[in-house]
């Protein structure tokens, strides 16, 4: 009798051991676990335009809702989505696009868009209405990050070629425990092409020894005291961290700036892994 109620209480004993094993494991992956990202890698999903603002005459900042209020896209930092449209012709055309916006957006993305007049996907961006859906396929891209992944990072962005560069600053710069520098030369044809001025100088002015931006301009205005003329050796040479093992340079621009870019740093001794184009 005595030996069937010591192997009750040790049954009882696993058992509650048991339940105490598998309820902290359920709380831990609850605590951890990330929430779902609403991108589909294999095909497209529609996202709600529910907001449209206008910021120059060719610029307009377009915002999508989530599925739900605490939803989040999903997309990994610097990473790229395909969107889907139809250019003036009424045939299917899909580009590239990389929101402003990251995971701790939620409920939303946001794209900032560069409309050219006579661009495929510009037609079917300029004629979007709110209320209006967005067919989006994603994430894509190689570029990987971790926190502190690197001491420092170079930008060379030119145009459009800022969105990439700007998530990825963001997220470095909101990070409390991310110490990583990050020195970006941002280049455009006129003052009104900048995109994310405000935005970018108030990282500058918010992470100033952590962030800086030098702005380029091929037709400045008058009394400009940023660089002036295409991205050159000596800029980068000023502005970005040298050649080292724990640095890489970023570069985002449109293909013969990109080249040319890439040329430069060559020249300038930076290796192949010290270097990455979106
Ligand atoms: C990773 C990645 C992320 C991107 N993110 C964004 C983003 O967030 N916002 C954004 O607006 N764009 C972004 N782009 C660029 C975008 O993918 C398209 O190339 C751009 O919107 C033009 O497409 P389109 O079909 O309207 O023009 P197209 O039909 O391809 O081009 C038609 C004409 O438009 C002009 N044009 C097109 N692109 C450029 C350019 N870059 N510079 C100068 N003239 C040009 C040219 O005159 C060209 O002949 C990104 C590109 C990449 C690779």
Request: with cysteine; proline share 7%.
């Amino acid at each position: 009798m005595e030996h069937l109620q010591s192997h009750r209480a040790e049954m009882i004993t696993i058992a509650v051991a048991l339940v105490a094993v598998v309820g902290a494991t359920a709380y831990y992956y609850y605590l951890t676990k990330k929430p779902k990202g609403c991108l589909d890698p294999q095909q497209f999903k529609e996202f709600k335009l529910v907001k449209r603002t206008q910021l120059s005459h060719n610029v307009a900042k377009f915002k999508f809702a989530l599925p739900t209020p605490t939803s989040v896209l999903g997309l990994p930092i610097g990473q790229h989505m395909s969107c889907r449209g139809k250019d003036s012709l009424g045939d299917e055309v899909v580009k590239p696009y990389t929101p402003t916006t990251l995971d701790s957006d939620v409920g939303y993305f946001e794209l900032v868009i560069k409309m050219y007049p006579q661009g495929r996907m510009s037609h079917h961006f300029r004629e979007m209405c709110e209320g209006d859906y967005l067919a989006v396929k994603g994430p894509k891209g190689r570029f990987k990050y971790q926190p502190n992944q690197v001491r420092a990072f170079g930008m060379l962005a030119g145009g459009t070629g800022i969105t990439p560069m700007f998530q990825v600053a963001r997220a470095i710069l909101e990070n409390p425990d991310d110490k990583t520098i990050v020195h970006l030369i941002y280049a455009n044809v006129t003052y009104e092409d900048i995109l994310l001025k405000d935005e970018l100088d108030n990282l500058a002015s918010s992470f100033p020894n952590r962030f800086s931006v030098y702005y380029v301009l091929n037709q400045p205005p008058e009394g400009w005291e940023g660089g002036v003329g295409y991205v050159t050796k000596e800029m980068i040479q000023t502005v970005c961290p040298s050649p080292a093992p724990d640095i890489q340079i970023l570069r985002c621009g449109p293909p013969l700036m990109n080249k040319a870019m890439a040329a430069h740093l060559d020249n300038l001794g930076y290796a192949a892994q010290m270097q990455f184009q979106f």
